[in-house]
């Protein structure tokens, strides 16, 4: 099945799909009226892209209860999962270089 660089996440059904069906995955919280989300997203697809791991972008307004199920009480938040498991969560302030970090030593696993 190919990767879609991008998914939006609007419910628990499309966040347990892609969780179950990618080994790893980037969670990318963010909502309409932050304007850092907007200038980071494309950064994030970048170094998401160069792992071949796909970004499921979910916007804490329209899905409140995903939001608060992962603690997640800030925007924007970056998870990267892996086998269901959070090994990185980073908000407000994102280390791309550390998440490429973390995608090279996950994807070196695989």
Same mark, same amino acid.
């Given at each position: 099945? /190919?990767?879609?660089?991008?998914? !939006?996440?609007?419910?628990? @059904?499309?966040?347990? %799909? &892609? *969780?179950?069906?990618?080994?790893?995955?980037?969670?990318?919280?963010?909502?309409?009226?932050?304007?850092?989300?907007?200038?980071?997203?494309?950064?994030?697809?970048?170094?998401?892209?160069?792992?071949?791991? /796909?970004?499921?972008?979910?916007? !804490?307004?329209?899905?409140? @209860?995903?939001?608060? %199920? &992962? *603690?997640?009480?800030?925007?924007?938040?970056?998870?990267?999962?892996?086998?269901?498991?959070?090994?990185?969560?980073?908000?407000?302030?994102?280390?791309?270089?550390?998440?490429?970090?973390?995608?090279?030593?996950?994807?070196?696993?695989?």
């Amino acid at each position: 099945m /190919p990767i879609e660089p991008l998914l !939006t996440i609007q419910d628990y @059904e499309q966040l347990n %799909q &892609l *969780l179950q069906e990618q080994k790893t995955a980037i969670l990318y919280f963010s909502s309409p009226n932050c304007n850092v989300c907007h200038a980071l997203l494309p950064k994030v697809l970048k170094v998401a892209q160069a792992y071949k791991i /796909p970004v499921g972008q979910i916007n !804490t307004q329209e899905f409140k @209860e995903g939001a608060g %199920q &992962l *603690l997640v009480f800030t925007v924007p938040t970056l998870l990267i999962m892996c086998e269901g498991r959070e090994v990185l969560r980073e908000s407000r302030f994102i280390d791309l270089q550390n998440t490429a970090r973390i995608l090279e030593s996950l994807t070196e696993e695989i």
